[in-house]
């Protein structure tokens, strides 16, 4: 599963993306995002306040709980701030 | 979608409003936003504004609003042209049109469309000065603006 990060929370963790194998037990983006907040500190430092935390799943915002397959395409990024 | 464009290159505001609505009789009204880089922010004076952006969900985001806001209220046409990258001080960031029969539905199309665009398009800010920098948080303000407009 390829996972973009933007803006703060991408300075935070070190990388703009990423390619991740979906462990048989990660079947949600909130699942997704407690499994890397617990692989290390830049994660868990950028993902510490999850109301803080936007989501699209394959180019579309969804909520945290969205259900995620191995083929589909994350991105999580801070609030946004265009306009 | 060309009424919906995302760049890096600077615009003419008057001449793309000019360009939008030219050669048409049949608009009785057309309404538009501009949005400027300051010269200050929290982080003080600043000498830029830089815009990071998350490019194919930006597109697809700004072409459902532009959808929406036409049906929603019943719009000719409307114009959304925002950019990206390292901004100069008082440049233009986003430009909003849209054209309709009378003046309410061009005027609360617009407000619709800068208030959903505000928290729903995938850009980033980031203050720049000689000394420091620092990414725009947002603002709850923002946040309840977007959901006013949300149909029950």
Not at chain 1, 34 to 44: E, K, R
Not at chain 1, 50 to 64: D, G, P
């Amino acid at each position: 599963m390829k996972v973009s990060y933007f803006a703060s929370m991408r300075e935070a963790i070190g990388k703009g993306q990423e390619t991740l194998s979906l462990p048989d037990n990660i079947k949600t983006i909130d699942q997704l995002i407690n499994w890397l907040a617990g692989s290390g500190d830049a994660y868990h430092r950028a993902f510490a306040d999850r109301a803080a935390i936007n989501v699209a799943l394959n180019e579309t915002l969804v909520e945290q709980d969205a259900a995620i397959i191995d083929t589909d395409t994350l991105a999580i990024f801070p609030p946004m701030t265009g306009g | 979608m060309q009424n919906v464009r995302i760049q890096s290159e600077s615009f003419d505001t008057g001449a793309e409003i000019n360009t939008f609505r030219a050669a048409r009789t049949d608009i009785g009204a057309l309404c538009a936003f501009s949005g400027y880089v300051r010269d200050f922010g929290t982080i003080g004076k600043l000498t830029q504004l830089h815009l990071e952006h998350f490019p194919a969900m930006a597109q697809k985001q700004l072409e459902t609003l532009h959808r929406e806001a036409v049906e929603r209220f019943t719009l000719y046409d409307a114009l959304i042209i925002h950019r990206f990258g390292t901004l100069d001080i008082g440049a233009e960031i986003v430009l909003v049109a849209t054209l309709a029969s009378h003046r309410e539905e061009a005027i609360e199309a617009t407000h619709f469309i800068m208030d959903t665009l505000k928290t729903t398009a995938p850009f980033w800010k980031k203050e720049i000065n000689d000394t420091t920098h620092a990414w725009v948080e947002s603002r709850a303000g923002d946040i309840t603006a977007t959901d006013r407009w949300k149909k029950d």
